[in-house]
């Protein structure tokens, strides 16, 4: 079978799918901008909690990053502990740790409370040291995430790395049994039914194009221009991740839209996803410009990595195929006569200190900067934008910190100088 220039996941997501609301209103009590887990788990809260709320979707629902991930629902963020302590303080940084364990029981709840199937599995997670200086880092940065956070990591040295992963291209790993998988597309369809059952309405094929506060009779509210007409709104929630346009600039010149690119091969014999994988973890190396991969559901490697920097198009993902492909028999030379069946590629929302951000921007809530976290994060965030709302106290450690703006050439919308930050990452993996 020829490679499909296709999101697999997709494929595995069967119908009822949530449908989409026919007219807009001319006001609403919030309205939420993009329809992936963030604005659909900030819009399944409200709705909840009473609110009357409308998620404006551009594209389909679950359209951007949400549907094509990994689905790997991880703990930890992506900078080293002792940088975040430095930067933020020992308080504020345990608070954030505590936030990226508490995100991953949040996905759980949600998955088990709306009944989600989307194989949701505690299964861990294994990252894998590329360099003996790698491996070398993993026992301090393990013990003071004991000393720091009270959480167990797993040293894996390499004689013993074959329980874990059939590969002997790597120095050893380090396990963390909290962290999950799920199937990304059959989550997010099944988030957005349930935010459609809790009373929020969703408009898909709805792309904001401005918003501007106005003053009523003493009182702010957002006039929302859309391709479908305006909406009026007391508050205006962005969640437009990595596909965030010029209409809320504030936050876009804030944002680095990064590609990522995914393959997905046929479905193996049991064994030999057994000899790849014996733990069904998701797996990732310790470099910056990352593999990441894991076995579907139905025993297909998925594996997945920065083939290109620059946001997906045609020939991005068509080209990342056979980077992915190699990538893959590098670490597997077993699959080295595998079919690749699938190809496809997303963007993932960077922001300048690698770190998430949330709180108000011009007067409207956001969260953003999730990067390669976003399956629990953005869940997360989106629920505890919604308690913002409904007058919760304000306990975000990623509000109020500084917050830069992206370069000029790295930011969304001009992103000239992704490929220099390319290979600058290609380079600190050489030398580092
Ligand atoms: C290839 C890939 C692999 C990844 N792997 C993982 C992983 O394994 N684990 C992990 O945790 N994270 C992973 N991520 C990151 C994760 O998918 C994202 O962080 C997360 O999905 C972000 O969710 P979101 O709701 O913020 O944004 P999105 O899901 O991107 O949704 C934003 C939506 O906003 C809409 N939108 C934008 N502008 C407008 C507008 N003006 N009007 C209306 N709608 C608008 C877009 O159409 C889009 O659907 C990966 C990302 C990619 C691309």
């Keep these: 079978m020829p490679i499909r220039e296709k999101n697999y996941w997709l494929d595995t997501v069967a119908a009822p799918l949530a449908q989409s609301a026919r007219d807009l209103p001319d006001s609403i009590d919030v309205v939420i901008v993009g329809g992936g887990f963030c604005g659909l788990s900030a819009a399944r809260s409200l709705a909840k909690r009473g609110v009357k709320v409308g998620v404006l979707e ?9 549907s094509r991930n990994g689905g790997m629902v991880l703990t930890g963020m992506k900078l080293p502990v002792p940088t975040l302590i430095k930067r933020y303080g020992r308080d504020t940084v345990r608070k954030m740790y505590a936030a990226s364990l508490e995100s991953i029981d949040c996905v759980e709840h949600i998955v088990r409370e709306e009944n989600i199937e989307c194989n949701f ?3 861990g997670h294994l990252e894998v ?4 200086a790698h491996f070398d880092g993993y026992e301090e940065s393990a013990a003071l995430i004991k000393s720091e956070f009270n959480h167990e990591l797993r040293i894996i040295p390499k004689n013993e790395l074959r329980t874990e992963i059939g590969s002997d291209i790597y120095f050893g790993g380090t396990v963390d049994e ?3 998988g799920l199937n990304p597309a059959q989550y997010v369809a099944g988030l957005a039914l349930a935010a ?3 009373g929020a309405c969703l408009f898909d094929h709805t792309r904001v194009t401005s918003v501007a506060l106005e003053q009523d009779n003493g009182a702010g509210k957002f006039r929302v221009q859309t391709s479908r007409g305006p909406i009026t709104a007391r508050e205006v929630i962005l969640a437009s991740g990595a596909y965030i346009t010029k209409a809320t600039p504030a936050l876009q010149k804030k944002i680095i839209p990064i590609g990522s690119y995914i393959i997905a091969t046929e479905v193996l014999p049991s064994d030999l996803a057994r000899e790849l994988s014996p733990r069904n973890r998701m797996i990732y190396d310790s470099k910056h410009f990352l593999y990441y991969y894991r076995l579907t559901p139905d025993n297909r490697m998925l594996f997945g990595g920065r083939a290109a920097f620059f946001p997906e198009t045609e020939n991005t993902v068509r080209q990342s ?3 992915l492909r190699r990538g893959m028999i590098g670490v597997y030379p077993q699959l080295h006569d595998t079919k690749v069946e699938f190809v496809w590629g997303g963007t993932l929302d960077f922001t300048l200190d690698v770190i998430p951000h949330a709180g108000k921007i011009d007067g409207m809530y956001f969260a953003a900067g999730f990067a390669g976290h ?10 505890k934008l919604a308690g913002l709302i409904c007058g919760d106290p304000n306990d975000i450690p990623f509000d109020g910190i500084k917050f830069p703006a992206a370069p000029l050439g790295l930011r969304s919308g001009n992103t000239w100088a992704l490929p220099l930050a390319g290979a600058w990452y290609r380079l600190l993996d050489f030398f580092t």
Excluded: L, Y
């Design 58 to 66: 551009a594209e389909t629902f679950g359209w951007g990053a949400s």
């Design 121 to 123: 599995s505690r299964c």
């Design 129 to 132: 040291a590329c360099k003996q």
């Design 178 to 180: 909290t962290s999950a």
């Design 196 to 198: 459609q059952r809790a």
């Design 321 to 323: 195929a056979e980077i």
């Design 374 to 383: 976003g399956v629990a994060a953005a869940t997360w965030f989106g629920a």
